[in-house]
């Protein structure tokens, strides 16, 4: 093992230079990549000098998302210290589903969920949960408002049409989450949202209004903090109010933008989060941690421990169950994502982290002014966002982000907005200066110039 070690370790040498000398790596064709790269397993295995030199190979070829020509997705970057709690979990190799076998891995998870439950204003009856990804920490939205609705569904099944609500501009997993939860997805109604890309609240009543006088039974409406391709803020505050007097569970989908709980000035893009029922967010989006880190957490802990808990003789053998953390999550066997989040917070405190949101709003409104200033750009996006959505010379935002890709020259993807094509450049990256903004502008221009404006000779 310790052999590992030290070749990891000369492994990510390996890696940190790539990132600097070939930040975007060469696009492999899908149909060459076998050709490209020996990925066969075969009967007998490799001495460790070939084996580490295929992985040499692979680092070279694998994209890099902490480089400084990044800005894909809704995460990049690396954060020292996330990253090194993340790497001193799977040397551990707990599980979270007991106190026998996590032992204070645990109380670093149950403090995580609590300091966030605090941030999100609920108070001592809140729990939550770490879920394998956004996607999944709205499935257990889903579960609970169901189950809070019906408490016979986990065992009878569903028997009535029941509805649910979320804007046009939310993530998918609401809908596919539905079809998981034997909802359907032909019951998810989509409520139209503003030029912004927030949810248009006279129409979320509209559509409840038709489905109660149709006898379906509304019970859950999800909100987003950051939608994702416009990083727009359903107002949660209004929202609430309709959800309260309907009935209704009142989920906020925070996996992008619910960081901004952390900002004292930028909280109030989430103001009434405290009305809500249940709250995402996706640490590894704006915090800063290696994927994943995804958080939920409720105001109900009971209905949390009702929806998820089940016995297992074989399983809980000590302990209680606040500190079996299997009775109220999604999976058995769990990895710890919590350590990597808590060694973060740890090292930066609550300010550390307020400063890394702070930044990548900062870096977005430098962005949108460069935009602004320069008349071959327009303007997609909005303040208070961190996509910065444009479209330069009236090139199609398609082309552009594949060539760019193709010839090597920046990771950059593009989006949609009332039938409107745009690039998305998403500024999370914090370890990301003003300069390297300047250069990916640089960088952009100097390709089309290069690849997209050329004239046929003759
Ligand atoms: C990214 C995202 C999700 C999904 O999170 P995963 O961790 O990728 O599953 C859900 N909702 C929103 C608004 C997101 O931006």
Same mark, same amino acid.
């Given at each position: 093992?310790?052999?590992?070690?030290?070749?990891?370790?000369?492994?990510?040498?390996?890696?940190?230079?790539?990132?600097?000398?070939?930040?975007?790596?060469?696009?492999?064709?899908?149909?060459?990549?076998?050709?490209?790269?020996?990925?066969?397993?075969?009967?007998?295995?490799?001495?460790?000098?070939?084996?580490?030199?295929?992985?040499?190979?692979?680092i070279a070829k694998t994209p890099k998302t902490a480089s400084k020509r990044f800005f894909n997705q809704l995460f990049g970057g690396r954060i020292g210290k996330a990253t090194l709690g993340d790497l001193l979990s799977v040397m551990f190799n707990n599980s979270m589903y007991t106190y026998k076998v996590a032992g204070p891995q645990v109380g670093i998870e149950k403090q995580v969920l609590r300091n966030?439950?605090?941030?999100?204003?609920?108070? !001592?009856?809140?729990?939550?949960?770490?879920?394998?990804?956004?996607?999944?920490?709205?499935?257990?939205?889903?579960?609970?408002?169901?189950? /809070?609705?019906?408490?016979?569904?986990?065992?009878?099944?569903?028997?009535?049409?029941?509805?649910?609500?979320?804007?046009?501009?939310?993530?998918?997993?609401?809908?596919?989450?539905?079809?998981?939860?034997?909802? &359907?997805?032909?019951?998810?109604?989509?409520?139209?949202?503003?030029?912004?890309?927030?949810?248009?609240?006279?129409?979320?009543?509209?559509?409840?209004?038709?489905?109660?006088?149709?006898?379906?039974?509304?019970?859950?409406?999800?909100?987003?903090?950051?939608?994702?391709?416009?990083?727009?803020?359903?107002?949660?505050?209004?929202?609430?109010?309709?959800?309260?007097?309907?009935?209704?569970?009142?989920?906020?989908?925070?996996? *992008?933008?619910?960081?901004?709980? #952390?900002?004292?000035? *930028?909280?109030?893009?989430?103001?009434?989060?405290?009305?809500?029922?249940? #709250?995402?967010?996706?640490?590894?989006?704006?915090? &800063?941690?290696?994927?994943?880190?995804?958080?939920?957490?409720?105001?109900?802990?009971?209905?949390?421990? !009702?929806?998820?808990?089940?016995?297992? !003789?074989?399983?809980?053998?000590?302990?209680?169950?606040? #500190?079996?953390?299997?009775?109220?999550?999604?999976?058995?066997?769990?990895?710890?994502?919590?350590?990597?989040?808590?060694?973060?917070?740890?090292?930066?405190?609550?300010?550390?982290? !307020?400063?890394?949101?702070?930044?990548?709003?900062?870096?977005?409104?430098?962005?949108?002014?460069?935009?602004?200033?320069?008349?071959?750009?327009?303007?997609?996006?909005?303040?208070?966002?961190?996509?910065?959505?444009?479209?330069?010379?009236?090139?199609? /935002?398609?082309?552009?982000?594949?060539?760019?890709?193709?010839?090597?020259?920046?990771?950059?993807?593009?989006?949609?907005?009332n039938e409107t094509e745009f690039v998305r450049m998403v500024t999370i990256n914090t370890c990301l200066d003003k300069t390297d903004i300047d250069d990916f502008f640089i960088v952009l221009e100097a390709h089309v110039a290069e690849n997209m404006l050329k004239k046929p000779v003759g």
């Amino acid at each position: 093992m310790q052999t590992d070690i030290v070749l990891f370790s000369e492994l990510c040498d390996e890696l940190f230079k790539a990132e600097i000398n070939q930040p975007v790596v060469d696009h492999i064709p899908t149909s060459k990549l076998y050709e490209q790269l020996d990925l066969s397993l075969n009967e007998n295995g490799l001495l460790d000098n070939e084996l580490v030199n295929i992985l040499k190979d692979i680092i070279a070829k694998t994209p890099k998302t902490a480089s400084k020509r990044f800005f894909n997705q809704l995460f990049g970057g690396r954060i020292g210290k996330a990253t090194l709690g993340d790497l001193l979990s799977v040397m551990f190799n707990n599980s979270m589903y007991t106190y026998k076998v996590a032992g204070p891995q645990v109380g670093i998870e149950k403090q995580v969920l609590r300091n966030i439950s605090k941030l999100a204003g609920y108070d !001592e009856n809140a729990n939550g949960t770490f879920a394998p990804g956004g996607s999944m920490s709205n499935l257990m939205a889903l579960v609970m408002a169901r189950d /809070a609705k019906n408490e016979y569904i986990r065992s009878k099944g569903i028997s009535r049409k029941m509805t649910l609500y979320t804007s046009e501009e939310s993530h998918y997993s609401i809908a596919k989450n539905a079809a998981l939860t034997g909802i &359907g997805r032909d019951q998810v109604k989509l409520v139209k949202a503003n030029e912004k890309g927030e949810m248009l609240v006279s129409h979320l009543i509209e559509l409840i209004e038709v489905d109660i006088n149709n006898g379906d039974v509304p019970f859950f409406v999800n909100a987003t903090a950051g939608t994702t391709v416009l990083g727009a803020f359903d107002n949660i505050e209004e929202i609430s109010a309709v959800c309260q007097s309907y009935n209704l569970w009142l989920h906020v989908d925070g996996a *992008y933008c619910g960081g901004v709980i #952390f900002s004292k000035k *930028y909280k109030h893009l989430v103001d009434g989060l405290e009305k809500s029922d249940s #709250f995402s967010v996706n640490a590894h989006k704006m915090l &800063g941690t290696p994927l994943s880190c995804s958080i939920i957490v409720t105001k109900h802990k009971g209905q949390l421990y !009702e929806s998820f808990s089940n016995d297992a !003789e074989y399983l809980y053998q000590t302990d209680g169950d606040d #500190f079996n953390l299997g009775k109220t999550s999604l999976q058995c066997g769990r990895r710890n994502d919590a350590l990597k989040i808590w060694t973060l917070w740890k090292s930066v405190g609550t300010s550390g982290l !307020e400063k890394i949101v702070d930044k990548q709003f900062e870096l977005a409104a430098y962005s949108r002014s460069y935009i602004i200033n320069h008349k071959d750009y327009k303007l997609h996006s909005f303040e208070d966002s961190i996509s910065v959505c444009f479209s330069y010379k009236d090139i199609s /935002a398609k082309d552009l982000c594949t060539s760019l890709y193709e010839k090597a020259d920046l990771m950059v993807g593009f989006g949609k907005h009332n039938e409107t094509e745009f690039v998305r450049m998403v500024t999370i990256n914090t370890c990301l200066d003003k300069t390297d903004i300047d250069d990916f502008f640089i960088v952009l221009e100097a390709h089309v110039a290069e690849n997209m404006l050329k004239k046929p000779v003759g």
